[in-house]
């Protein structure tokens, strides 16, 4: 009787169990996940968590989340694809009354191919890539690309001519990124372009490596250049060096080389950090005229205050197609100039269209913000 | 007993070298001399046969030696042979082959971090810089939306390289100059406080590790 009684008790104090537990393959993920989602039980407020339970096919049983009242969704990681889950969540009042929902119907994680919710960028990426192709093209069947003056490029020729009535060589820091860095290669663009000039001037030229594998691509393209002048004699072996892989110990030493070589001119183009400044204001206290590059855009500040010429962010890519002459880097710098059209359209037009969706009846033009979110 | 081991026993041994090394660096402020070049000299030395040690324990052993002749895993001699290529820059005849590794570190590269970029550096900038409804709820939202989006507009024209800047083009790209050095500007500032937070970091070290006259 006593136990009736109880069992009364207890059925009358359980909260009310949540319902409809539904388990899905977490949608535009790599596999390994399950999302588990149930409607709030009816005494949501007063219940202490809500466990989510994972079943497995042979009935083992795994509470895998743990989460607090006025949560209804659930994301269960790390495990298998392929195999098949279903899930029951358990209303917990107190820390022993427990109110079990219906199982769900089976899941299985499994990896996807393609996240939806990254349609913006495949979008962004055919357009873009289609530009860029459209010039490749365009400028290999020959068509001129006008590229505007820069700045900065206009003194290369002076400071070759300079180094060479001085007699001092002319130092070039191509960056301390690696060979996949974008500034790295259009920096040795640029320097081969350099290097062409100082063969037919004889000018002493200096490139210290921070990258191994950069400086093996340095040296191939500056005793290609020299070759290419007709002045492979005037080529120096020597003159392209690794130095050191150490941040640091590479800008001491190339400190050292700007007090006892003199240069008359140096160029620090491509991929910079904390060094730039340390390099920059060396340079500066030599007397060199000092040209700098970088995309790097927080050792910008340090260029532009200790060097006479600063290639900022993509004028060092433009440099680099400019002085080359390349139809790959021309056409991919007119496609982007193109890009960039595009993308002030959609800055103008689309915040023009944004703000009338605050007007009643024009909500839908939203949409033009929420289609630039990325997930 | 090795001579580090017995160098390890003195009691404050590195601090001495350490704070003379820094001291030595410093005394290029004073243009170049015999200490700097010691010090220099000393460091490169030093980071490089350290790198060769970090490289071998923590890529070339773990990565390539252990899995290949402990784990019995060939696959790895495929990215050995790739970097093997690396060096056939030094051979006249196989030169050729260094563009194999290079091609697939630039592909591979290429590959994450196109779409990355235009994730990062275009869809969400065009989509910070969008002029929302929102944007209309005071008078200083108003004023600062405008502003920064004047700031990427003329920005945006400044890095345009297929016209001449001229006429209303070159007014337009000044402002994004103006803009540009403004940020510049705020960068510096930022970063110089960064710098000197290191300098005061190494006088701690001369002055409470080695000196001891501040606590």
Sequence with gaps: MMAVVLAVLVLVALPAAPDEVRAVDTPNDDGGSITVMWTLSADDAALSAYEVVRVAEDGDEEVVAVLPAGVSRCVDEGMPDGRAFRYRVNAVLGDTLRATSALSEPAVSRAQWFNTRRVNVLVALLLFGALILYFIGTARKGKKLFIRRIAGLDAVEEAVGRATEMGRPILYVPGLAAISQISTIASLNILSEIAKKTATYASDLLVPNRDPIVYTVASEMVKEAYAEVGRPDVFRKESVFFVSEDQFAFAAAVNGIMVREKPATICLIGMFWAESLILAETGATTGAIQIAGTDQISQLPFFVTACDYTLIGEELYAASAYLARDPLLLGSLKGQDWGKLVILLILVVGSGLLLVSGVKGLEFFRAIYEFFSVA | ?215
């Design chain 2, 1 to 215: 007993m090795h001579v580090l081991e017995l160098l390890t026993t003195v009691p404050g041994i590195w601090v001495w070298v350490g704070a003379l090394l820094t001291l030595a660096i410093f005394s290029f402020l004073f243009g170049d001399n015999p200490l700097y070049k010691v010090a220099e000299h000393l460091y490169v030395g030093v980071s490089v046969g350290y790198m060769i040690t970090i490289y071998y324990w923590n890529f070339f052993k773990p990565d390539l030696i252990d899995p290949l002749f402990r784990g019995g895993q060939f696959i790895v001699i495929i990215p050995a042979l790739l970097g093997l290529c690396y060096f056939a820059i030094f051979i006249q005849k196989l030169s050729w082959a260094v563009r194999i590794p290079m091609g697939f570190v630039l592909g591979w590269g290429a590959g994450v971090a196109v779409p990355a970029m235009l994730q990062s550096y275009i869809i969400r900038q065009i989509q910070g810089s969008l002029l929302a409804p929102e944007m209309l709820a005071s008078w200083d939202t108003i004023v600062w939306g405008i502003v920064s989006f004047l700031g990427v507009i003329t920005t945006v024209v400044y890095f345009f390289f297929s016209r001449e800047q001229k006429g209303a083009l070159k007014v337009v790209a000044n402002i994004g100059i103006i803009y540009i050095m403004v940020g510049f500007g705020a960068s510096f500032g930022y970063t110089v406080m960064a710098r000197v937070s290191l300098l005061i970091g190494r006088l701690q070290f001369l002055l409470r590790d080695w000196l001891g006259v501040i606590s």
